[in-house]
């Protein structure tokens, strides 16, 4: 088993939907969650930053974590064809050795 | 600003030839990494640097050899390389606070390597 699961997709979308994106695993010291967006082609960026449990919110987008059940999410608001791309979630814990363990990453696509 | 810049976008290689890439970030980040991306994959971890240390080799073949000349610049030396290792390769940073990581990496754009 992965410590990181992460439905690969695709999931397209139409254009103004509200998309949900999820992460499980079953490391339960991970303590720090992040979530990179990747076009095609290009390197990842990073979109939300959250450590511990709880949900932060950035414009059309919010991350939630849930470290009782191992579970965190993305929301994207308002989707845009722009939001087409993969979305990466990654976590680490608190030893902090600087690696982060990947999920398989989901790509989106917003369609018109 | 928050760029990792790498150089050079794309690469072409024989088996025979001897490459660099180069990587370089001005965040002031003293923990820098290489991670190897083939497609449809998540990035997998090569080499962590902190403080220009090597902290983490992840059992990488001796074909990638990391340098880290100065606290802004990153290089892989790369050297009787096989086709399989054709890949997007990524340079992040991070910074370190009192020598733990932050585990916020930003990532530079990749180098596409082509080994024919």
């Known amino acids: 088993q992965k410590e990181v699961e992460q439905d690969p997709g695709p999931l397209s979308v139409p254009e103004g939907a509200i998309v949900s994106l999820n992460c499980t695993y079953s490391?339960?010291?991970?303590?720090?969650f992040m979530w990179y967006r990747q076009y095609s082609r290009k390197g990842p960026e990073l979109l939300m930053y959250?450590?511990?449990?709880g949900n932060k919110e950035d414009g059309r987008f919010t991350a939630q974590v849930d470290k009782s059940s191992k579970y965190i999410s993305l929301f994207i608001r308002d989707s845009q064809p722009s939001d087409s791309a993969t979305y990466l979630c990654a976590m680490t814990g608190s030893s902090n050795t600087g690696k982060l363990i990947f999920g398989q990453g989901t790509t989106l696509q917003v369609k018109p | 600003d928050t760029e990792v810049t790498q150089t050079p976008k794309h690469l072409v290689m024989g088996m025979t030839n001897k490459k660099s890439l180069k990587c370089e970030q001005h965040?002031?980040?003293?923990?820098m990494y290489w991670y190897k991306q083939k497609a449809k994959k998540p990035p997998e971890l090569m080499f962590v640097y902190s403080y220009e240390k090597l902290s983490i080799n992840e059992s990488v073949p001796s074909r990638f050899s990391p340098e880290c000349p100065n606290s802004s610049l990153l290089n892989l030396h790369l050297h009787a390389l096989q086709p399989e290792d054709s890949a997007l390769y990524l340079c992040?940073?991070?910074?370190?606070?009192?020598?733990?990581?932050?585990?916020?990496?930003?990532f530079g754009p990749g180098t596409r390597l082509t080994v024919l």
């Open positions: 992040a940073s991070s910074q370190l606070d009192r020598g733990l990581y932050t585990d916020t990496q930003y």
């Open positions: 965040m002031g980040h003293r923990a």
């Open positions: 959250t450590y511990s449990s």
């Open positions: 490391n339960s010291a991970f303590q720090y």
